[in-house]
Nanobody, 125 residues
Framework: QVQLVESGGGLVQAGGSLRLSCAAS????????MGWYRQAPGKQRELVAI???????NYADSVRGRFTISRDNVKDTMYLQMNNLKPEDTAVYYC???????????????????WGQGTQVTVSS
């Protein structure tokens, strides 16, 4: 199986910073794209940022210039550095990973799409 563990959420004042982490573990052959999504109360889940295996990134217009997504391919971990946070950034943040699983014998397994459990980010005004 594959597990995604998120950390780093919390309560911060407007203008502050937080850094989220998402660590993948388990039977993983390779990880393709990794992304952060968020869902505010009463709203649909939306893409925040995405990073490919080669390091190409893309951001939602609302966070571009304030948030930075990165990944450590050795540690199978993704990060989201969030600066100049605004109250409208308040949401539950989820990591998403597109990966190839590893078979018990170490070979290439099926492709899978996995979600973290979510971490709350609250920005007070």
């Amino acid at each position: 199986q594959v597990q995604l563990v998120e950390s780093g959420g919390g309560l911060v004042q407007a203008g502050g910073s937080l850094r989220l982490s998402c660590a993948a573990s388990g039977r993983i052959f390779s990880i393709n794209a990794m992304g952060w999504y968020r869902q505010a109360p009463g709203k649909q889940r939306e893409l925040v940022a995405i990073i490919t295996k080669s390091g190409s990134t893309n951001y939602a217009d609302s966070v571009r210039g304030r948030f930075t997504i990165s990944r450590d391919n050795v540690k199978d971990t993704m990060y989201l550095q969030m600066n100049n946070l605004k109250p409208e950034d308040t949401a539950v943040y989820y990591c998403n990973v597109d990966l190839l699983r590893r078979t018990p014998l170490g070979g290439l397994g099926p492709r899978g799409d996995y979600w973290g459990q979510g971490t709350q980010v609250t920005v007070s005004s």
